[in-house]
């Protein structure tokens, strides 16, 4: 029944009905080409949370208009009837489960992905030790560009078997840390004092985020970890930079010393 269920629902394909088909494809087309273009300018002049919330609503306006779509072509295609619906649906579930078993697999992981939103436009994630901003989320995959602006594609079948480490989850804040590993023969509290001095007085510093110097007894000395949050999550790199120059130039100041870090055997 499958073949002659197939042939029998394509039998009554006119030109006319091919025409009006193509017509809503490209309409869809032009639809989703329009707000893969102007949502991300203006997600870009809001700035803030709006600017997540606008580009997170891009892959999913472009999945309902392609659903939208399917829906509108298939009957003026083939005559609604449930045998013609069960044998088209049928052979197409087996196109896909033998010929692109990963490129589904792909699929139904972006769909999950767009429900459970481990990770939108404007994240910065780390994946396979890949890390950087998602640029923009596809019905198969992610681009991911890199602090270096190397593009990596990630596919949404990831979501399945490996971890996903999201910095900002969806919000305009992104702890970043600056680490000093001392000499161990100092005073702890003015170090730490130091410190968050250096992060309060740092121009690119989100200063009324919690700013937090964590400390910790090493074999080799004493370990300080500087937490703040950058005003601009593309600055982190910029941002990490001034607090270890700055917080280097008062240590020195100050006589406290470096110490370097064995690189195996380190607890």
């Not at 029998?8 to 707000?35: N, P, R």
């Not at 999950?112 to 939103?117: A, G, N």
């Not at 992610?142 to 989850?169: C, F, M, Q, R, Y």
């Not at 305009?172 to 309060?200: G, I, K, Q, T």
Request: hydrophobic share 50%; charged share 20%.
């Amino acid at each position: 029944m499958g073949d002659l269920g197939i042939r029998e629902a394509f039998s009554a394909i006119t030109s006319e009905a091919l025409l009006e088909s193509l017509m809503v494809v490209l309409l869809a087309t032009g639809l989703i080409i329009v707000i893969q273009k102007l949502f991300p300018r203006i997600a870009v002049k809001l700035g803030g949370k709006p600017r997540f919330y606008i580009l997170a609503s891009v892959p999913l306006l472009r999945l309902i208009i392609i659903v939208v779509t399917i829906i509108v072509v298939v009957p003026i295609l083939v005559e609604p009837s449930f045998e013609n619906m069960v044998a088209i649906f049928g052979a197409l579930g087996l196109a896909l489960g033998f010929a692109f078993k990963d490129y589904a697999n792909s699929l139904i992981a972006g769909i999950v992905t767009l429900y459970e939103m481990p990770y939108r436009p404007g994240d910065w994630i780390e994946v396979d030790g890949q890390y950087g901003e998602v640029r923009s989320i596809g019905t198969r995959a992610a681009e991911l560009v890199t602090p270096d602006d190397t593009v990596v594609v990630i596919p949404h079948g990831k979501l399945w078997a490996s971890l996903i480490a999201n910095a900002n989850n969806g919000t305009d804040n992104l702890m970043c840390v600056a680490e000093f590993n001392l000499e161990p023969h100092h005073d702890v509290s003015r170090v730490m004092a130091l410190l968050r001095d250096v992060a309060y007085t740092c121009p690119l510093t989100r200063t009324f985020r919690p700013v937090v110097v964590v400390v910790s007894n090493k074999p080799w000395g004493m370990c300080y970890r500087l937490k703040a949050y950058p005003i601009e999550l593309k600055d982190q790199f910029r941002f990490i930079s001034e607090l270890t120059a700055k917080g280097a130039s008062a240590l020195a100041s100050e006589g406290v010393r470096f110490v370097s870090v064995p690189v195996t055997g380190n607890p």
